[in-house]
């Protein structure tokens, strides 16, 4: 599904994807585990191609095609969704047009089946205004039904850091889960050894590299052990993009 070699990023000076490489395979959930600084949203920013972001060296093959030179609607019509690590605010859209943009034109029966996949019951949401009266949490989950409604190929999810409170976590994954049983593949993007124990395959990521793969349990475990107290979390290589 997607193969990304040997990906380079140098911005002012900074290397901030070095020699970068992993893939996914069509139907897996591929988790990837990084303390602060160490490149995951430049990772999906990459892939997405938001904010013009091009690599320096290296490619993303996505489906056997080249696409780092394809704006982001030619890669979003092409099947990849990118989840933002902040959920959007956006005054004046209800919850309900929200899901129906997103589902190209879902109707109440669809929208309310998406929202119930998140664990949100549709009588509560469907009205409201994606605003700042919901939570980090709740937003994350409507975003989430959103990104269900458009049944994407390949999903990168950029998990935030903080934010996310006890509630919303467990029905948070099993939206993805959820997801990927309808057949989409999944790039999670994290900090949390919990979020990544839904993944068959867990990559640790180090200063812009990819540094261990394997299995849930034992990577997460490896990554406990070693990354949070590595010295690379306060010597970040570069800065992640605003």
């Not at 099947?79 to 879902?106: C, F, H, M």
């Not at 996949?117 to 959103?146: N, W």
Request: hydrophobic residues 40%.
């Amino acid at each position: 599904m997607l193969e990304v070699e040997n990906l380079r990023l140098t911005l002012n000076g900074n290397s901030i994807i070095n020699d970068l490489s992993l893939h996914v395979d069509k139907g897996e959930i591929h988790g990837i585990l990084g303390e602060n600084g160490t490149g995951k949203t430049t990772i999906a920013y990459l892939i997405m191609g938001v904010n013009n972001y091009k690599p320096t060296g290296g490619r993303i093959i996505f489906q056997g095609q080249d696409i780092a030179e394809l704006s982001v609607s030619q890669r979003a019509k092409g099947g990849i969704t990118l989840a933002w690590q902040e959920p959007a605010k956006v005054e004046g859209l209800s919850v309900r047009d929200y899901l129906k943009l997103s589902g190209n034109n879902a109707d109440a029966e669809q929208a309310e089946h998406y929202l119930r996949m998140v664990g949100m019951e549709p009588a509560q949401y469907l009205d409201r205004d994606i605003d700042a009266t919901l939570s980090g949490g709740e937003r994350k989950r409507i975003e989430l039904a959103s990104v269900l409604a458009m049944h994407p190929k390949l999903a990168i999810l950029d998990e935030p850091d903080s934010g996310i409170d006890i509630v919303s976590l467990p029905l948070i994954l099993n939206g993805i889960v959820e997801m990927n049983r309808q057949g989409s593949s999944v790039l999670l993007i994290t900090h949390s050894e919990k979020m990544a124990e839904i993944a068959h395959r867990v990559s640790i990521l180090c200063a812009g590299k990819i540094i261990r793969t394997g299995a849930p349990a034992e990577t997460s475990l490896w990554f406990k052990d070693n990354c949070r107290t590595c010295p690379h979390i306060n010597e970040p290589v570069g800065e992640e993009p605003l």
